[in-house]
């Protein structure tokens, strides 16, 4: 029988990174199980068991729309980010030093390929100075719903926008926030709110003077003298015109419309506004809405902070968890800039991002009833409400009038866009009359001040209520600091981090704020500059730590198994400030059974890894395992079992095979595998005297089922752009 000595086992788990998790995102259960495919035997096709391919990449699993060619790549040092060039024929587009970000662009190499290169070198320990390596997400505008009623409040709506005229009764949300009274204390003097969105135009008659004559591009990732005002459509469609530009036109006017006495005025009139323009038409994009890469984001968020700004309005969002968003919202917040997101538009309770970051204000919809409207997207993340239904704001000079050929000016929007903008505008005004207060203190000031509109207290809904700017601009007594936690998943056997575990922090039993741990935590322990799952400026509390994953899983590979979550939880007290870290162990449990009724001898075979040889061997009854135990070698019919025995992440690839090499007949083999909880059935299967039969030959087998592993677009893979 062979053997690994313990100590052997003990060095190897803490060796490298579990393949399991290697890049494994927001992922669900697989199936509910047991499940038994067939009543009658299927047979199989044997296979030789050396023809199983060396690993030398692990497909990953990819949760949204990415840019093709691109990829992101986090390091800690240059020397590292110089090892991935290599190893993915890459070069260099663009670098961010705060961040330690590089964008990198491919040749002749697939996004998943490159990933799964640098998730194996990392498995091997061969890269231990890369924090993350990440798809360059697609993230998209939240859509603005122009309004089709043509009364709000009672008033009909003009059909000809007047600048000279004004348009002040017509803006509702104003009302509902006090903002009148709130004037009187603040106006956002001094303050700067990047507007990060679709660009401004900077000479509108309501925003002339509002606006910093220079604005940065995203997209080029450039500076640009001058008002960001001139804007000349890629395409000739109408609906790529209608949106050029105007979307953060409006967002502008809600925070900073001049307050003259003609048209609409901000709710804080004395704000600058600074463009940051992250979405722009591009030909790759055609025919789409406006998307943006969260490496071109995360430079935008990056550069206004560099400027100079205090707060910064993000109307838009999407799928897939980016480290490379999280790190840039994590310099935003740690160098004082309040961050200010739109929930979404979408009704549901869901999570996207930047809106389920922690320490970012994420914002939801009212109406003029002083009630939740019905578009706006709910979940345990959200902070406050706004006005954000038939909101009356800027829009570009270029927009005309139906039917009269003069400029619109103004348009009548609805949706968690125009919320946001309200609160970004308030956000401003506490700053002003608060100069030192934290990105927390003002996100706290702005709920707790909130008139509860809904469920008594914090609901999923509304969260602590819609806004009162009157009453936050009059507060200058700063409530507590914030908390900030580090969350580590780490083995059970081991004790060692592991990489790329969802986390939850749950509160009162809603989940609260959402992260996800890296390669850093692996390779740097507790106190790194950066790593393991970050949790910073959260409200303090008693929290449930959840984190979860996908157990021995490599997502692509149809060699591999099993897809079943495992999950580790602790209650914590989170005080203000820093907090020790939360340490969570996690562990694998696996049961596989061979069951025959002929008398000939199968045998259930494992692939399992020999960290003295350095190579993947098969696993029999008759060989011995290396990480478990085999109940006995049936030669004559009946079971035999493998129990893992060593609880552990690391090197937990476990290939599974019926091996008909010494059978003297046909035979009616079943498999049922039992791990983590969870138990399912395969076979019954027909396997011929002298076959191999490794478990993606199996009819049923787990990869053949619908499932999250396959991008967003099922086994074709995902959209790419």
Request: charged content about 15%; proline content about 7%.
């Amino acid at each position: 029988m062979r053997e690994v000595s313990e100590m052997t086992k003990r060095i190897f788990v803490f060796g490298l990174i579990g393949l399991a998790l290697i890049l494994a995102g927001c992922g669900t259960l697989f199936g509910p199980g047991p499940k038994n495919i067939a009543n009658n035997p299927i047979p199989l096709t044997p296979v030789d068991p050396s023809a199983i391919p060396a690993m030398e990449t692990l497909p990953v699993r990819i949760d949204g729309d990415y840019i093709q060619g691109e990829i992101i790549v986090g390091y800690r040092d240059e020397a590292s980010l110089y090892q991935v060039l290599s190893l993915v024929n890459g070069r260099i587009k663009h670098q961010t030093p705060q961040i330690n970000a590089a964008l990198v662009e491919l040749s002749g190499m697939s996004v998943p390929e490159a990933l799964g290169r640098i998730a194996w070198a990392v498995r091997r320990g061969e890269l231990k100075g890369i924090r993350y390596a990440e798809p360059n997400y697609l993230r998209e505008l939240i859509e603005p719903l122009p309004a089709t009623n043509p009364e709000v409040m009672g008033a009909i709506l003009p059909k000809v926008y007047d600048p000279n005229i004004d348009l002040r009764p017509y803006q509702w949300g104003l009302d509902a926030v006090r903002a009148e009274e709130a004037w009187n204390y603040a106006t956002g003097q001094g303050i700067i709110v990047a507007v990060v969105d679709t660009g401004v135009d900077g000479l509108h008659p309501d925003l002339e003077g509002q606006v910093i004559g220079e604005w940065f591009d995203a997209w080029n990732l450039t500076w640009i003298s001058g008002y960001d005002s001139s804007w000349e459509p890629v395409y000739s469609s109408v609906y790529q015109r209608w949106f050029e530009g105007s979307h953060g036109t409006h967002v502008a006017g809600i925070i900073a419309a001049k307050n003259d006495g003609v048209g609409v005025v901000g709710l804080a009139p004395a704000v600058q506004i600074l463009s940051i323009r992250i979405f722009s038409p591009d030909p790759v994009l055609a025919g789409r809405t406006y998307f943006v890469g969260d490496y071109n984001a995360a430079v935008g968020i990056i550069e206004a902070v560099e400027y100079g700004a205090r707060v910064l309005n993000n109307s838009w969002g999407g799928k897939g968890y980016s480290q490379t968003l999280k790190a840039a919202i994590d310099y935003a917040l740690m160098n004082g800039a309040v961050f200010v997101v739109s929930m979404g538009n979408s009704y549901l309770d869901e999570v996207g991002y930047p809106a389920g970051y922690p320490g970012v204000i994420a914002v939801g919809a009212t109406n003029a009833q002083d009630k939740k409207v019905d578009f706006s997207t709910v979940g345990g993340h959200i902070s406050v409400s706004a006005p954000g239904d038939r909101v009356l704001s800027c829009v570009p000079r270029w927009m005309e009038q139906d039917g009269t050929g003069l400029p619109l000016l103004y348009d009548y929007w609805g949706g968690t866009s125009m919320a946001a903008p309200h609160v970004s505008a308030l956000a401003a005004m506490v700053l002003e009359r608060n100069p030192t207060a934290t990105p927390y203190q003002v996100k706290r000031i702005i709920e707790q001040t909130a008139t509860d509109i809904e469920a008594p207290g914090f609901d999923q809904r509304t969260g602590y209520g819609r806004i009162d700017a009157a009453h936050a601009a009059q507060t200058t007594t700063l409530p507590g600091e914030g908390a900030s936690v580090a969350v580590f998943a780490v083995t059970k056997s081991s004790g060692f981090p592991i990489p790329y575990m969802d986390i939850t922090l749950r509160k009162n039993g809603i989940d609260r704020y959402f992260g996800q741990t890296d390669f850093e935590g692996y390779y740097h322990g507790f106190f790194s500059d950066w790593g393991y799952g970050f949790f910073l400026e959260i409200e303090p509390g008693i929290y449930e730590v959840i984190i979860g994953g996908e157990d021995t899983t490599l997502y692509w590979w149809s060699w591999m198994r099993v897809a079943n979550r495992v999950t580790a939880r602790e209650t914590v007290t989170l005080g203000p400030g820093m907090n020790d870290p939360v340490v969570l162990e996690v562990n694998t449990t696996l049961q596989v059974t061979l069951t025959w009724d002929e008398p000939v001898d199968l045998d259930l075979a494992v692939w399992e890894y020999d960290p003295v040889n350095g190579t993947y061997v098969w696993s029999t009854p008759k060989t011995g395992a290396l990480w478990g135990t085999f109940s006995g070698d049936a030669q004559t019919g009946g079971s035999e079992t493998y129990t893992l025995v060593v609880p552990h992440w690391d090197w937990d690839v476990y290939l599974l095979a019926i091996d008909a090499s010494n059978a003297s007949a046909t035979a009616t083999a079943s498999i049922t595998v039992m791990q983590n909880g969870v138990t399912e059935v395969y076979g019954p299967y027909s396997v011929q005297a002298g076959g191999f039969y490794p478990s993606n030959t199996w009819e049923g087998w787990w990869e053949n089922t619908p499932h999250p592993f396959f991008g967003v677009t099922g086994p074709g893979g995902p959209v790419v752009y």
